[in-house]
């Protein structure tokens, strides 16, 4: 079943001068590597995109371990990538893949319609975010469109992000005239780290503290700052001056 308006475009900085200034065809294929751990999820998406002269499915992998090293390898143009795998989540190989194939552009194509999967997404560097709902032609139509520097989210989750920052937006402004907390240097480190998309074990390991003090850090930072989640703390945070991200 496809969503009713499809996939929402976000302009991207790089759209004014892409695909021959959107007057011509590409002269190469648009190179995609599809990544699933279902292999019959897989097989249907290289199915359906052979029939696009303008796409080329140059390999696949069944999790974002394989992902990376696929990658590496075949320097895709676009990463199509489940969220949820084994061994590695299609999240958590976005960072690695943009080390090793810096020019890839990764969409996350998956069934899970959860906000914080979104906000991890594009913190992580995916430039998409599709549901698996989506029709098959839409998928080709996305992977066009964020090759030509163009974003795009599942209308459903462009309407959860959006509702999600008015709401962070209108409790940020209704705190403006309350003193902004004081966190201790340990919490402004930490926060810091949160910032910069690192999980709890890896600000363990850059701080040398137990991934369980992480947490209880974490917890600390969420409740003086009265919010419910860690991107809404960097985000008040950088909002009231806390911290500046650079």
Do not use: W
């Amino acid at each position: 079943m496809a969503d009713r308006f499809g996939p929402v475009l976000v302009p991207g900085e790089d759209d004014e001068a892409t695909c021959e200034d959107r007057g011509g065809a590409r002269e190469e294929p648009i190179r995609v590597l599809v990544v699933d751990d279902h292999a019959l999820f897989r097989r249907g998406l290289e199915i359906v995109l052979a029939h696009e002269e303008d796409i080329q499915v140059v390999g696949e992998a069944g999790d974002g371990a394989e992902a990376v090293d696929k990658a590496a390898d075949l320097l895709p143009d676009i990463v199509l990538m489940d969220v949820r795998m084994p061994r590695r989540g299609g999240i958590e190989a976005c960072t690695s893949i943009k080390e090793v194939a810096p020019s890839a552009k990764i969409i996350m194509l998956t069934i899970s319609d959860e906000e914080a999967d979104l906000y991890d997404a594009i913190k992580a560097g995916a430039t998409g975010y599709l549901l698996k709902e989506i029709s098959t032609d839409e998928v080709a139509t996305a992977i066009r469109a964020v090759a030509d520097g163009q974003s795009q989210i599942s209308p459903s989750m462009a309407s959860k992000l959006l509702t999600e920052f008015k709401s962070m937006i209108q409790r940020t402004d209704e705190r403006r005239l309350v003193p902004a907390p004081r966190l201790t240097d340990r919490e402004l480190e930490v926060l810091k780290l949160v910032a910069t998309g690192m999980n709890n074990r890896d600000i363990a390991k850059e701080l040398f503290i137990s991934e369980n003090t992480v947490k209880n850090h974490v917890r600390n930072i969420l409740e003086k700052l009265q919010l419910h989640s860690r991107m809404e703390a960097v985000v008040y945070a950088m909002r009231e001056k806390i911290l500046e991200i650079r």
